[in-house]
């Protein structure tokens, strides 16, 4: 029997390879298909990892997928994000002599207690003039080589960047946890398609506070206690160091601030690539801006810079409660009998872990540009005194999953928005979950998806607003939703199969990429759709009452409701066109891609293609992954794909993959690094980041610390040695107690690991066997 959600979507390979993939049934590859589609995932751990705390499906390293068009052919290359946490987790999951120091899942992050929490890179990417970046809410963006999928160098070295609750948090400092964006923004170049214009970007560095249960409260003694540890500090650097300022980074408590990253004129290998600059933003009234949920995106045009305090907070005891509540029950509850484990897991989930509904509209912050370059605004460096900027609040009805504003703002302000009502997108599936209590026969919970994201409780919408960017005054405002056809209503005007249960992630074409395209007047929607199968009862529960619901809850469908991929006409708001996947289909990350033949009278808006990440599983082996890439017709969805991508020999075992982007083949060529500049870059900022931080930790008589570092953290990070290598030789070294852990450019570390263009496969679920290193062969 189908299910609405593909069993695949809880499997990912985690394989770093090259495979070349062909239409099937035949199909040829479109005539004007090209450039270069970058999609990241979260990957789960290793399967021979032991399983440490509860991981929830944003938490995991970030798989790299990029799915290349040349020749008439089309190429999947994979990798994973390396940052260097990822090397010493790695280290610590599998030699022994680290095993203290490790990882442990808490949700939708990873944290050591000994060596701080983790950056996965997992979640979108960024076109800038120059580079391209791949990024996480919860760290530094890092620049990525597009062509060996390598990471090079972090935005800001970590002196640049304010940790989180001022270093409150009970975790370790050597690798902090920052609140940054998503989705930072750039300034695009002046010229269309110019990789010549210096890089100018903007991204967020914030800490909203505590999130938790009683937060209000909380914070108000937090903001007391703060407010008098700050005045404290202050008074004693104005007696020891005659200073009646303190350093950003000296403040203790909530704050928000703008950080400008621009490339340096003729940098060398010996500075890093880009200068950062903050402000600490204020409201008109002087009060501070702080953020209540998440900066998950950023938005920019001719004149502002927009955060978006979207619905992607993390709540503390999201957080430290399945870190904590794992490790004792793996300790000391693990042989209780089910019927007493299970009731007293479900209760101690929904005291510590019980969901606090976030607020039900959306708050906007606009900041004007012009106020960057006004001396009556200067910047600052995380280690001087705050300066200020000004910042207009504007609000919306309901939560908001992504948006899209116009470059062009002229006369208005205008944003394309999706309102995913109804659940919490940082909400996950837990093991004590139970199911909706409705009809008999009609509940059903899929257990076996735990740690995957909540299914909707109502039904979402997608909305334009017109704002006054003088006054923030909001002019008009224009919605569309539909609960998904049936087709015995002959008078509707929806194509079959148009819904918008669930908005996820959007996709149209690029901005500017023609000298008159400033606005966005189609956009490409997936909407993921309705089941049971992910709705517990606790989020039923939470729901029930909540304001601005599209439909009431008795109106909730009995029956699943497929994804849907759609295109929306933002003049019109109307969908212009939709395609509804099969039953026991899951779609991702789509994106547009610019078709290079000439058009037929099509608008540039829609003259390309669409693609998509299809997971399923195999007909007649549900547990068998059987995950493809599909192509559609952007002008026309309805006719359903027109070409399917799959590996003839095996099926492709994908991840439940989140943002993407394209880029051409002049991008392309403009984002590459050369390898000595690849191998330089990270060897200074690594040293840069973490040399003084190691050094503390000697000091404090942390030897193994410093030895994570040297033997395995600075020369695997610097050379980006490949999983299959480094699992393999960090077991070699377990089983040979004398071995030392060598560097990674000795070619006697790897004496138990064939060279390159063998390495041995870190297969599961049944992916195809690896035959080439693409690291190792992506320079020829």
């Known amino acids: 029997m189908k299910t609405f959600v593909p069993t695949s979507v809880s499997k990912t390979s985690r394989q770093e390879d090259t495979w070349t ?49 040349e020749n008439g052919t089309a190429k999947l290359t994979t990798a994973i994000a390396k940052t260097p946490c990822y090397y010493a987790d790695l280290a610590t999951q599998y030699d022994k002599h680290y095993k203290s120091l490790a990882f442990r899942d808490g949700g939708v992050v990873r944290m050591s207690l000994a060596l701080g929490s983790r950056n996965q890179l997992n979640t979108a990417f960024l076109k800038m003039n120059r580079r391209l970046l791949i990024t996480y809410d919860a760290g530094r963006p890092y620049t990525l080589d597009p062509q060996t999928l390598e990471v090079v160098e972090p935005i800001g070295a970590t002196k640049d960047w304010i940790i989180i609750l001022g270093g409150l948090l009970p975790i370790s400092n050597i690798f902090q946890p920052y609140s940054g964006s998503a989705h930072p923004v750039c300034v695009p170049p002046k010229q269309p398609n110019s ?60 704050f928000t601030d703008l950080i400008r990253y621009k490339s340096v004129a003729d ?15 204020q409201l008109p009234n002087g009060q501070p801006v702080v953020i209540k949920q998440s900066v998950h995106q950023m938005g920019i045009t001719e004149k502002f810079i927009i955060l978006g305090d979207l619905q992607f907070g993390l709540e503390y005891s999201q957080i430290f409660s399945p870190y ?33 509904e976030s607020a039900p509209f959306t708050d906007f912050y606009l900041i004007r540009r012009d106020q960057l370059d006004d001396p009556k605004y200067p910047s600052c460096q995380a280690n001087q005194p705050p300066q200020p900027l000004v910042a207009t609040k504007i609000s919306l009805p309901r939560t908001v999953s992504h948006f899209a504003v116009d470059y062009a703002d002229s ?19 837990n093991q004590f979950d139970q199911p909706v209590t409705r009809q008999p026969g009609k509940d059903y919970l899929r257990k076996d998806l735990q740690g995957f994201l909540v299914g909707t409780t109502d039904l979402g919408s997608f909305a334009r607003y017109e704002f006054d960017p003088e006054t923030g005054a909001l002019l008009k405002s224009e919605s569309v939703s539909d609960a998904g056809l049936d087709e015995s209503e002959p008078n509707s005007s929806l194509p079959t199969g148009a819904n918008t249960w669930l908005p996820s992630v959007y996709t149209h074409r690029n901005l500017l990429d023609q000298a008159d395209s400033n606005t966005v007047q189609h956009i490409y929607w997936t909407s993921w759709g309705f089941s049971w199968e992910l709705i517990p009862q606790r989020i039923y529960d939470a729901y029930r009452d909540r304001e601005y619901r599209e439909i009431p809850l008795e109106q909730l469908p009995d029956h699943d409701v497929p994804p849907t ?23 991702y990350s789509p994106q547009f891609i610019p078709s290079t033949v000439e058009s037929q009278g099509t608008p540039a808006s829609r003259h390309g293609f669409i693609v998509c990440v299809v997971l399923s599983d195999h007909p007649d082996d549900p547990e068998q992954p059987q995950d493809e890439f599909w192509i559609f017709d952007a002008s026309c969805l309805h006719q359903g794909p027109i070409c399917k991508l799959h590996h003839p020999a095996q099926p492709l075992n994908l991840g439940a993959t989140l943002h993407s982007t394209w880029l051409s083949a002049d991008e392309f ?71 030392d852990v ?30 080439t290193d693409a690291a190792a062969t992506a320079d020829q």
């Open 21 to 69: 993939l062909v239409p099937k049934a035949n199909q040829p590859l479109p005539a004007g298909l090209n450039g270069h589609v970058f999609v990241v995932a979260p990957l789960p751990p290793p399967e021979d990892q032991p399983k440490r705390g509860e991981r929830a499906f944003p938490n995991g390293d970030g798989l790299i997928y990029r799915l290349s068009f």
């Open 267 to 281: 940098a060398d290998q010996t500075q890093p690539e880009y200068e950062v600059e903050r402000w600490r933003l």
């Open 324 to 356: 904590i509540l794992s490790f004792i029950w793996s300790r000391g509850f693990n042989r209780l009998s089910h019927w007493i484990k299970n009731p007293l897991g479900e209760w101690l989930y929904s005291v510590f872990l019980q969901l606090l």
């Open 565 to 587: 991929l759609l295109c929306l006409d933002t003049t019109s708001m109307t969908i212009a066109d939709a395609y509804a996947f099969p039953e026991g289909h899951a779609a």
């Open 195 to 254: 990789g010549q214009q210096p890089d100018e970007g903007f991204i967020v560095n914030y800490s909203s506070g505590y999130n938790g249960k009683f937060k209000v409260p909380v914070n108000r003694v937090l903001n007391r206690f703060f407010g008098g540890m700050n005045r404290l500090k202050l008074e004693r650097k104005r007696l020891l160091e005659h200073d009646e300022k303190m350093d950003s980074n000296e403040y203790w408590g909530r």
């Open 742 to 771: 060598a560097p990674a450019d000795d070619s006697s570390a790897y004496s138990a690991i064939p060279p390159n263009g063998s390495t041995p496969a870190i297969s599961e679920n049944g992916l195809v066997s690896s035959t």
């Open 411 to 429: 006369e208005k302000l205008i944003f394309h928005v999706g309102h995913h009502n109804g659940l919490d997108p940082t909400e996950w599936i």
């Open 669 to 739: 060529a403009t984002y590459r690094y050369s390898e000595q500049e690849r191998l330089h870059r990270r060897e200074q900022s690594v040293k840069q980041d973490y040399q003084e931080a190691v050094v503390i930790a000697e000091s404090r008589g942390k030897q193994r610390i410093k030895d994570l570092f040297e033997t395995i953290i600075y020369p695997h990070f610097v050379a980006q040695t490949s999983e299959a290598k480094l699992i393999a030789h960090l077991k070699h070294s377990t089983q040979s107690a004398s071995a």
